[in-house]
């Protein structure tokens, strides 16, 4: 039986904590899987800040709380070194490269690459292919989300909701409330009942937008309102905050579908937690302010969770019946996103003359996002749509 190494947590300056976490954020390439296997490698199996067990529950309870997870390591084993305000400074030094070079991104696309005739091609074949990385993305949630038939049909009538305009806090509540209520099918089912009661009124007080209306008023706080409701939602990987992010950003009128699949798509490229597209798309939306504000938003839930509940999340998520409601509102989330995938295949179909060129890329990328592993797979499929498009499409 192996015994496990004592944990040693390390005597460290807050500048040099600050550093150590930068370096990390400079290597974060591969999304969240790679992540958190370089922060378990480093302060688990080579310096042992926690014991291996500790770190199982610890990303255990992170992964069912909403936010990045590898951007909350951070911050937790900031916590476990220097106390809170050690993981406000470990979070920030995971996130700043990112950062910095989405701000870069999104300054080269507003200055020099959109609107540019030469480019079209390349970023609609780029568009096309990340279309594939988030239809695999939904599946690989609803595989981990989607566990029994009840999760399934929260998920449908999820998915079916946010098609026909229900408001996206209707069957977040309702599939948290109806799984959490599982073991009392009278329950369960009329607060299902009372979902479609009110998502119908919903619907009916909400005035039809009139035909060629203006977009709406951009405002920096309504930037970081989008960003916080990404963070607070993104249950299931980074990929869960698209759909809110896109409500109230594209749906608004302040960024197009086409600029908005190009930052997920940058996103998927630079060394940062994959909820840093809100970067690219407040800066292209907003400018600077635009960009701080979402980011804000974004990461504000990330560093609250692991300051604010560093004693009680494990506690907290023991809860059955909140562990249940999480699950639910999981189950939920995957239906607005595929919802909002089907959404975004159709603004981007609309904008591709070569349709048959674009669903054989389509066809290609899928394969790759499907059979291949690591985390190099997601910037080669968008190179290969850059290559695509440039030459095709």
């Not at 370089?38 to 069912?64: C, H, P, S, T, Y």
Request: proline residues 5%; hydrophobic residues 60%; aromatic residues 10%.
């Amino acid at each position: 039986m192996e015994v496990a190494a004592p944990s040693r947590l390390p005597t460290i300056g807050l500048f040099a904590l600050f550093l150590k976490f930068l370096r990390f954020g400079c290597l974060a390439f591969g999304g969240p899987v790679a992540q958190i296997a370089m922060l378990r490698q480093a302060l688990v199996e080579e310096e042992r800040w926690i014991d291996k067990g500790r770190f199982n529950r610890l990303l255990a309870v992170l992964q069912v709380l909403p936010g990045p997870e590898a951007h909350e390591l951070c911050v937790h084993f900031g916590v476990l070194a220097r106390g809170r305000i050690g993981g406000l400074l470990a979070g920030l030094g995971f996130m700043l490269p990112g950062f910095c070079l989405m701000l870069l991104v999104g300054w080269l696309y507003v200055t020099v690459v959109q609107g540019s005739v030469g480019v079209t091609g390349v970023l609609l074949g780029i568009q096309v292919a990340i279309l594939a990385v988030i239809l695999r993305a939904v599946t690989r949630i609803g595989q981990h989300v989607i566990e029994d038939r009840l999760l399934a049909m929260i998920a449908v009538a999820a998915a079916v909701a946010t098609l026909i305009g229900v408001p996206f806090w209707i069957p977040l509540l309702v599939g948290g409330a109806v799984y959490a209520a599982m073991a009392r099918p009278a329950l369960a089912a009329a607060i299902g009942v009372a979902g479609v009661v009110a998502a119908i009124g919903a619907m009916q007080l909400a005035a039809p937008a009139p035909a060629g209306s203006v977009a709406q008023p951009l405002t920096i706080f309504a930037l970081f309102v989008a960003g916080l409701k990404g963070g607070l939602l993104t249950f299931g990987g980074a990929y869960t905050a698209i759909p809110y992010v896109r409500a109230d950003t594209v749906g608004r009128g302040w960024i197009g579908d086409a600029a908005f699949l190009d930052g997920v798509a940058f996103a998927n490229v630079i060394p940062a937690p994959l909820v840093i597209f809100a970067t690219f798309v407040g800066y292209v939306a907003g400018g600077l302010a635009g960009a701080l504000a979402i980011t804000l938003g974004m990461f504000l839930p990330a560093f609250a969770f692991s300051l604010i509940f560093f004693e009680r999340l494990e506690g907290i998520v023991d809860a059955p019946s909140l562990r249940h409601a999480l699950t639910g509102v999981a189950a939920a989330v995957v239906g607005i996103i595929a919802a909002t995938f089907v959404q975004l295949v159709i603004a981007t179909g609309a904008r591709v003359d070569a349709v048959a060129v674009a669903i054989g890329l389509f066809a290609v990328a899928l394969a790759m996002a499907w059979r291949l592993k690591g985390g190099w797979v997601t910037p080669l499929i968008v190179a290969v749509g850059a290559l695509a498009g440039w030459l095709l499409l």
